[in-house]
């Protein structure tokens, strides 16, 4: 763990860090940040993403790139590019995860505390975070983590404790969650470490028929919002199942179209282009 307070080098290069955690696992919190990332970089940000699920590593097959390898240069790892194009208004998305670095790719990971610690250190401070392949800063850095509270969660607080780029933690729940202590030991957690929480978001609220394209509360909606009342916290919206997201990301490698140009004409972009805005706006301006 960093020992001095200082931050690590490499995220200088970063103008603003979020967390996206869950309470528990399966909530969809790989794809509330792939949503995120995807948004940001429409709305012209360059991104990167940083996925400390060091078990279960998700964040690869969400952007298409399992077969896709990071490089060594002399700056520091350099994570595999998502999307870039200079003369698209659109920023650059870049990816790094323990995925993309072990060989045996379909094989889960079984490491200790100290090993996992060693390997976030690492992803601090040997990632070269620069837009695309250019030297521009980039705007946001967002860190998927694994469910719950778990030697991860401490590691990156460590990391992140003096990062005055970090703006905050993204809450991530269920209708059938909201209910549940473990969302609250999320909550008291970033408490404990000060994380600054964003806001909550509530997943797989309603579901969006592909037939009809209406919106059916399968499961009771509204719990979100009145966690985040009960806790002041913010409430930075809902999004629903949508079966033609999961379609979009299976079918991204056989697609003629990008996931970018993809994403941006389904219907879930609308609302998490509103989520968004709201973490954009996270101090009112
Ligand atoms: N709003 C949504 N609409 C449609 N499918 C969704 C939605 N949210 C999540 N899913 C799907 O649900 C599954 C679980 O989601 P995801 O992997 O994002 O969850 P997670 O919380 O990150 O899980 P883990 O505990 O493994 O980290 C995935 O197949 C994902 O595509
Ligand atoms: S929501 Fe209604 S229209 Fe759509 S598939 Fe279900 S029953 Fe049919």
Known sequence: MSTTNTVPKLLAQVKHVVLVLSGKGGVGKSSVTTQVALTLSLKGYNVGVLDIDLTGPSLPRMFGAETKQVHQSANGWVPVSIYHDDKSPFGSISLMSLGLLISDRGSSIV???P???AMIRQFMSDVAWTSGNSSEMLDYLIIDTPPGTSDEHIAIAEELRYATALDGAIIVTTPQ???????RKEINFCKKVNFDILGVVENMSGFICPHCADCTDIFLRGGGKA??????????????????FVEMIELQKSSESSLLDQ?????????VSQIVDEILNKDGK
Not at 177 to 183: F, K
Not at 227 to 243: H, Q, R, T, V
Not at 263 to 271: A, E, G, R, V, W
């Open 111 to 113: 490491w200790r505390g």
């Open 115 to 117: 090993k996992k610690t």
């Open 177 to 183: 969650q909201v209910a549940t202590a473990d969302v």
């Open 227 to 244: 966690l985040s009342s009960s806790l002041d916290l913010k409430f930075l919206g809902e999004i629903p199942i949508d079966p033609t």
């Open 263 to 271: 994403y941006q004409n389904s219907k879930l972009y609308p609302i």
